[in-house]
Every structure is written in structure tokens, then in C-alpha cells.
């Protein structure tokens, strides 16, 4: 993903044509073995999650594998989702549609236990329109969540960066910090150390005590938990049927 000079990273084109000239499987930032402790943590098997952006990573099998029951899996290019949708074809806890993620009304509010993002809300970040297209995208999200549950982020992006475009009150979440060491860092071999459960404190100025904010061996993972009663739906749109 490039930093810099926007890309066409929100356009369903920029992006078909990348997984026609390269399909090999691909997993941003982290594989389901170094998130592992945390998604369990937060969500549990049993919950329905959104997997925005899903592209072509793996980790929604290993999470199947390890006893995920009900996986939603979206993204904005028909090659890739129908390249999926054909491998998975056997595979009834996996679901694949084509959908742009700031546009999620084909779900109702309130329909899904988490939702998980790896790359997602940075490749919007990097793209035209940014700032527009990331409120776009999480406020759907945000309403498709039930109250008590969680939108997990995963990002090289430190809380002086994330944070104006989550700490926004209309969202109506809580945000916990973990950190996780990049893959192939030196202390990824300790990723399941009990430290890297714990969260991290965020100050005031969004830095974070002892951590470097500027760590490029870090990721950022944000466990934005939405206020409200647990397990109901949220009055509304009621989305496509």
C-alpha cells in the first residue's frame, strides 16, 4: 500500500485489475496466527463477523479452521469475490459478496457481532477523497454492529493519525489499543506473550507512554466497541433485501 500521493484504491477498477495480474494469496499487516489471542479475546467463535476488505487473505479459513462459525466476507472487486467465492464454494461458515464498505445497506443495523479490518480503512486513507470516504465507511459500520460489540482495526497508523477519524461521537464507541509487532520483527516470535493482551494507554495528545509512535515494527490495533444494549438491533434502516 503506498503513503503519499493519493491512489485509486476506492475504485473497484484500480483493484480488479490487480487481482487479474496477481491472484497468490495475500494477508495485510498480519496472519490469523498473530491475532489469534485477540480476536478470541474480543470476539467470541460463535459470533456472525464482517471481514471488510477481504481481498484474497487466508485468514478467514484459519479462522474457520480454529472453530469460526459465520464469516461475511466483502469487497469492492467482482474478480476477486467470484475467485473466493469459487474456492470457498465448499465451505458453508464462509459467505462472499461484492460490496463497497461505505455503502453497506444490503445489511441491516445491528446485524453482526464484529467486524474486522486489515488494510481497509488505510487503503481509504491513502485514496482520493480520504477523509470523506473513511467517515462514509465507519459510520456503516458502526451501524451495522450491535450495541456491545466490536470493530477491530489493524493498521500501521498510530493514535495521532487513527484517532480524528475514530473518536468521533456519532460512531458511539469505546476504543481500547493493543500493539502487535510486525511479522518477521524481532519480537514476533513473543506475540503470544500476555503483554501484548493487555491494552496500551492512549494520552491525551494521542501518544503512548513508553511505546514509540513512530515504531515501524509496530501495528496499531484498535478494538472500537460500540455503546448500547448488547444483542439489540438498533430502530432504522432496514437494508436491502
Not at 487503503?123 to 470493530?151: D, H, N, P
Not at 458511539?172 to 516470535?189: A, C, V
Request: some cysteine.
Amino acid at each position: 500500500m503506498t503513503r503519499g500521493n493519493p491512489q485509486a484504491y476506492g475504485e473497484a477498477s484500480y483493484w480488479d485489475n490487480r487481482y487479474k495480474n496477481d491472484s497468490s494469496t495475500f494477508d495485510w499487516y498480519q496472519r490469523y496466527a498473530g491475532l489469534s489471542a485477540l480476536l478470541q479475546k474480543y470476539v467470541p467463535k460463535t459470533s456472525r463477523i464482517l471481514m471488510v476488505g477481504c481481498g484474497n487473505a487466508a485468514i478467514s479459513e484459519d479462522m474457520v479452521n480454529d472453530g469460526y462459525q459465520e464469516i461475511v466476507n466483502i469487497d469492492i472487486s467482482t474478480v476477486v469475490i467470484e475467485a473466493m467465492q469459487q474456492k470457498y464454494q465448499h465451505v458453508p461458515q464462509l459467505k462472499y459478496m461484492t460490496m463497497d464498505v461505505r455503502d453497506l445497506s444490503t445489511f441491516e443495523d445491528g446485524s453482526f457481532d464484529a467486524v474486522l479490518d486489515k488494510g481497509m480503512l488505510d487503503s481509504l486513507l491513502c485514496g482520493t477523497s480520504a477523509a470523506i470516504s473513511a467517515a462514509k465507511m465507519l459510520e456503516e459500520v458502526s451501524r451495522v454492529l450491535r450495541g456491545g460489540s466490536s470493530y477491530i482495526l489493524v493498521t500501521y497508523g498510530d493514535p495521532r493519525v487513527r484517532l480524528p477519524h475514530l473518536q468521533v461521537p456519532a460512531l458511539n464507541w469505546n476504543i481500547t489499543l493493543h500493539i502487535l509487532p510486525r511479522p518477521g520483527s524481532q519480537k514476533f516470535d513473543d506475540v503470544s506473550s500476555p503483554e501484548f493482551l493487555e491494552p496500551v494507554p492512549i494520552n491525551e495528545d494521542g501518544s503512548i507512554g513508553p511505546h514509540s509512535a513512530l515504531d515501524s515494527n509496530l501495528h496499531y490495533i484498535y478494538v472500537c466497541t460500540k455503546t448500547g444494549d448488547v444483542g439489540a438491533k438498533k430502530g432504522g434502516r432496514p437494508g436491502k433485501k
